[in-house]
């Protein structure tokens, strides 16, 4: 499915762009493409089939600030919480029986 999510970029990267823009005048400069674009393939159109190209569209241009930056602190906690993880894992002494 990520080959779908790669070739729809290029028909919706001027939608992404419109978006950013707009999350940019109303004050959140730190939205990037990337951060719309993650939203969309990780998390919009997780369980969707293949949505038509207007309804692609759709989805970019009604995505409100509070979803994208909920996906981002979502990401970051588990993406955190991962790190964490991984150190403790490093950290455990090895302890044989």
């Known amino acids: 499915m990520m080959d779908a999510f790669s ?57 409100n600030i509070g979803q994208l930056m909920q996906f981002i602190m979502t990401t970051a906690e588990q993406e955190s919480n991962n790190h964490v993880s991984q150190a403790m894992n490093v950290l455990q002494p090895n302890v044989e029986d």
């Open 7 to 63: 070739e729809w970029y290029e028909d919706l990267a001027p939608a992404i762009a419109i978006k950013v823009e707009d999350f940019h005048i109303l004050g959140y400069r730190e939205i990037k493409a990337s951060h719309i674009w993650a939203f969309l393939t990780e998390e919009k159109w997780k369980n969707k089939t293949t949505p038509a190209l207007h309804e692609r569209i759709n989805d970019v241009m009604q995505m």
